[in-house]
C-alpha cells in the first residue's frame, strides 16, 4: 500500500504528492490491448476538439487517501486540462482532489480472469463515483464481451443502453481496419451511430472527398466538350 502524508492546509487536509509512486515503469500490456487504449483516445482528441477533457490510457487515479491508485485501461475526464507544469510530482497523474471531480468514464479492457474487473475494481469505480464503468471482453473470457455499468445514487446498474446521457457519447462494437490490423474494436460514436474518427481516417475521408470532387470536375468537363463547349472557356 502506497504511504501518504498529509499536508495541513489550514481548513482541509490533501495528501502529499512527493509521498505518492505516480509512476512505476513496470510494462503491463499486450499488442491488441495497447492498440485498443490508442485508437479510443485518440479518436477523442481527433474528433472532439473543441471540448475540454482529459482522457488517457494507464494512468493512475488517487481516489482515496491511504489507498493505492487505480490504473484504468482507458479514462475520460470531462473539463478538466492537464496543468501546463505537467512534469511537477503533483500534476503526473490524476489526484481527485486536486481535479475536484472523478472521470465520467472508466474503461477496463480484459486480458485474462486475474484482472478482478467485475469485482474489485468494479467496487473502486463504484465508491469512486465513475459515471461509467465499462468492461469490454473481446474475447469473452467473463461471458460477453461489452458490459456497461451506469452509476444511479450511490450504486452501479448494469445496462444494455450504450448511449452515455451524461458524456454526450456512445460506444459501439466496429469491424474494421486500425493500424494495419482488421478485428472488432470497440469504438466511441455520436447518436446516430457514427463513430468518431481518428486523425488518419479523416485524413482518409478527406482525400476521398477531393478525389470524388475531381472526378466529377472531369465528368463535367467531358460532357461539356461533347456539347462543343470548352471547359476552360468557362
Not at 15 to 22: E, F, K, R
Not at 119 to 137: A, Q
Amino acid at each position: 500500500m502506497v504511504e501518504q502524508l498529509l499536508i495541513n492546509n489550514d481548513d482541509y487536509y490533501v495528501p502529499d504528492a512527493n509521498q505518492l509512486v505516480t509512476e512505476d515503469d513496470t510494462p503491463v500490456d499486450n499488442f491488441a490491448s495497447a492498440k485498443q487504449q490508442r485508437l479510443a483516445v485518440g479518436s477523442l482528441y481527433s474528433s472532439r476538439q473543441n471540448q475540454t477533457f482529459l482522457a488517457e490510457a494507464n494512468v493512475g487515479i488517487y481516489h482515496t487517501d491511504g489507498e493505492p491508485p487505480i490504473v484504468p485501461d482507458i479514462f475520460l475526464s470531462l473539463d478538466v486540462q492537464v496543468p501546463q507544469n505537467w512534469w511537477e510530482k503533483q500534476n503526473r497523474c490524476y489526484m481527485v482532489w486536486r481535479f475536484g471531480k472523478p472521470p465520467e468514464v472508466a474503461i477496463e479492457i480484459v486480458s485474462n480472469k486475474e484482472g478482478n474487473e467485475l469485482g474489485k475494481k468494479l467496487e473502486i469505480y463504484e465508491h469512486m463515483r465513475v459515471s461509467y464503468y465499462i468492461v469490454y471482453d473481446p474475447t469473452q473470457q467473463l461471458g460477453q464481451s461489452l458490459r456497461i455499468y451506469e452509476l444511479r445514487g450511490r450504486r452501479y446498474f448494469e445496462t444494455t443502453e450504450t448511449w452515455l446521457e451524461q458524456v454526450g457519447l456512445g460506444l459501439t462494437l466496429w469491424e474494421g481496419e486500425f493500424e494495419g490490423r482488421q478485428d472488432i474494436w470497440l469504438r466511441w460514436c455520436y447518436k446516430d451511430g457514427n463513430i468518431l474518427l481518428t486523425g488518419d481516417e479523416r485524413a482518409q475521408e478527406a482525400e476521398q472527398r477531393a478525389q470524388e470532387a475531381e472526378q466529377r470536375a472531369q465528368l463535367l468537363a467531358e460532357r461539356l466538350r461533347a456539347m462543343g463547349v470548352d471547359p476552360n472557356s468557362l
